[in-house]
């Protein structure tokens, strides 16, 4: 007798999950992630400075607020927004996959690419751009001219290029996502059949938050093999002064313009606080998951059933 079909199932979206992926990333964004945010996207674009030299840079920008430049209104509304674009497309992409008769870990990795592509087109584009603009534009304070404020800045940019202006290095954002999430989820699912047989576990037991987190800190870790495309992301968003910068900045041009100006080392500067960044949301993800997890069902009343 033949085995009926497996009955592809869609999941639901549910309000609790959007609340959920969104409180973690606005506590993730407001408590380390931003400073190494700051420090990430300094070292990228001031290339010739080291870890210290960047930390000084911004430092010197203001203090302890230095390192939380473009959080208010940028970050946040990165933060706020992109778990929700990310799980509704990566639910859609993820159950079309499926229906073509995708594996679950091909469909899985397919959902979260279109998922981190979405994410850039949708929110991540100007709010990366945005932020961008707020850590290396310069500061004309010195020259007793008034300082641009956010949205004046923001105003500014969009009276002059208008959308094209605050998307600027949208298509560098997306490469990054696509391949970021890609690799996330590959290889936090190698680390994750690693620990389970390192340690004797079943594939259908669970792991513990310890494990959980190890094998999502060897996943984001190894995402950072394209820290060349997040270098040219932030060099093409950069308002920084240079005349030898390609005047219409393309993902190719400009990458061609950092290596001849500071060799295959620029294209990996800031990656050591990227993994950092990474590790981060990774504890804010998993370790913290279990207690917002809680704290999100009192409040909706709705049973959480995102993973984290």
Known sequence: MAEAPQTIEKKPIKFSNLLLGSGLNMFEVSTLGQ?????????????????????????????????????????????????????????????????????????????????????????????????????????????????????????????????????KGVNAVAIRQVTNWGTRFGMSRVAENGIKSFTGKSENQGLSVGEKILASTIGGASSAWNQPIEVIRVEMQSKKDDPNRPKKMTVANTAKYIYQSNGLKGLYRGVTPRIGLGMWQTVCMVALGDIAKEAVEKVTGDKVTAKH
């Open 35 to 167: 400073p190494l945010e700051v420090v990430k996207t300094t070292m990228a674009a001031n290339r010739g400075d080291g870890m210290a030299g960047s930390i000084s840079r911004v430092w010197g920008r203001g203090g302890v607020f230095g390192f939380y430049q473009g959080l208010i209104p940028w970050a946040w509304i990165e933060a706020s927004t992109k778990g929700a674009v990310l799980l509704f497309v990566a639910s859609e992409a993820e159950y079309y996959a499926k229906t073509f008769g995708a594996s679950n870990f091909v469909a899985g990795i397919s959902g979260g690419m279109m998922g981190g592509l979405a994410q850039a087109y949708a929110t991540m584009g100007f709010c990366t751009c945005m932020k961008t603009v707020e850590i290396t534009k310069h500061k004309a304070a010195a020259s007793g001219v008034k300082v641009p404020g956010t949205i004046e800045t923001f105003m500014g940019i969009y009276r002059a290029e208008g959308i094209a202006g605050i998307n």
